[in-house]
């Protein structure tokens, strides 16, 4: 069955420093999502991306996150700045199109800024 | 706005009995769907069921079931004959409109399922 691919599957930065969460969603999904998970807590939507564009971000994702599909399969989330409170499980999803079939998630990144 | 609430933050079954899970969420509007997700502690996220707010007829996937009442805007899931490897954390999420629009998840329940 198609996976979403997420690497690393945990990261540990410096506070103040830049990171580059990477995913492959399933190749013939047209949506890609970012969501995050502080630990314990609900899974909260960052951002979804279509068509080489933001289609719809959330309050969380200010300035300092950015997408980018740099190539025809990799989807990156960077935090640029990253704080204390940034670390959280992210998840990156991707889905067909229709809400009906729901999205399909990878196993997730765990950043951990110290 | 859409909300998702789960006021059940732990429960636990027994194996080969059932369970149900709650989840009561809030939107103005007519097309949506709901879904159940499940996170064991591998922590991928799976999907175990959806519903489509048009259909009064309620989803079924083997041992897994829900308890659609629209007016009511409840959304619950029955696991019968609980297994082990039914422990995880379960999420339910409403998604509204078009494609490509977020999924709002609620806060999770978290089943442990005992021998």
């Known amino acids: 069955e198609p996976e979403v691919t997420q690497t690393p599957s945990h990261q540990v930065t410096q506070m103040g420093q830049e990171v580059i969460l990477r995913c492959v969603p399933i190749?013939?999904?047209?949506?890609f999502y970012w969501y995050r998970q502080i630990l314990g807590q609900k899974v909260e939507f960052l951002v979804s991306?279509?068509?080489?564009?933001?289609?719809?971000k959330s309050e969380i994702f200010d300035d300092q996150f950015s997408v980018e599909r740099p190539d025809g399969s990799n989807f990156t989330l960077k935090i640029r700045s990253t704080k204390l409170e940034d670390s959280a499980m992210y998840f990156c999803?991707?889905?067909?199109?229709?809400?009906?079939?729901?999205?399909?998630f990878g196993s997730g990144t765990r950043l951990t800024v110290v | 706005a859409q909300t998702v609430t789960q006021s059940q933050p732990e429960m636990s079954v027994q194996e080969a009995e059932t369970v149900t899970l709650s989840c009561t969420y809030d939107?103005?509007?007519?097309?949506?769907?709901l879904f159940w997700y499940k996170q064991p502690p591998s922590r991928q996220m799976i999907l175990v069921i959806r519903?489509?707010?048009?259909?009064?007829q309620n989803a079924t996937e083997n041992r897994f079931s829900v308890n659609f009442q629209k007016a009511a805007k409840s959304f619950s899931l029955k696991i019968s004959d609980s297994q082990l490897g039914d422990t995880a954390m379960y999420f339910c999420?409403?998604?509204?409109?078009?494609?490509?629009?977020?999924?709002?998840f609620g806060k999770g329940t978290t089943l442990s399922v005992s021998s």
């Open positions: 999803a991707s889905s067909v199109g229709l809400i009906f079939y729901g999205y399909t």
């Open positions: 190749s013939n999904h047209l949506y």
């Open positions: 991306f279509y068509n080489n564009e933001i289609s719809e």
């Open positions: 939107t103005s509007e007519n097309n949506y769907y």
């Open positions: 519903q489509e707010a048009y259909k009064q």
């Open positions: 999420a409403l998604g509204v409109g078009q494609a490509g629009t977020a999924l709002i």
